[in-house]
């Protein structure tokens, strides 16, 4: 059974930093695009940033550009995502997910992603 699990959410005060990880099982991710996204209450899910399956490639939500990193492991199947410079604004749950479709132009899109983690809740204080 393929799944992915999140880790390293917690409360961070602002100005602070959190290491996000997600480690899959039960299949082979290193061809995948691995990715985050994001869900406040109340509104939709929103992409964060994706990495391409050598790690060569990375791509960010202009919110996020500058204070987040995202980085793999294909030897561990997992993706991190170094969170800096936490704004109260970045309160969410973080998920993490994965695909063989998301291509340059279309890697913000959820759909086009086929594996999820349960996500792990992100809160910045002010």
């Known amino acids: 059974q393929v799944q992915q699990v999140e880790s390293g959410g917690g409360l961070v005060q602002a100005g602070g930093s959190l290491r996000l990880s997600c480690a899959a099982s039960?299949?082979?991710?290193?061809?995948?695009?691995r990715a985050w996204f994001r869900q406040a209450p109340g509104q939709e899910r929103e992409f964060v940033a994706a990495?391409?399956?050598?790690?060569?490639?990375?791509y960010y939500a202009d919110s996020v550009k500058g204070r987040f990193t995202i980085s793999r492991d294909n030897a561990k199947n997992t993706v991190y995502l170094q969170m800096n410079s936490l704004k109260p604004e970045d309160t969410a749950v973080y998920y993490c997910a994965a695909g063989s479709r998301p291509r340059s132009g279309s890697y913000s899109r959820p759909p086009l992603y086929d594996y999820w983690g349960q996500g792990t809740q992100v809160t910045v204080s002010s």
């Open positions: 039960g299949g082979t991710f290193s061809s995948y695009t």
């Open positions: 990495i391409g399956w050598s790690g060569s490639s990375t």
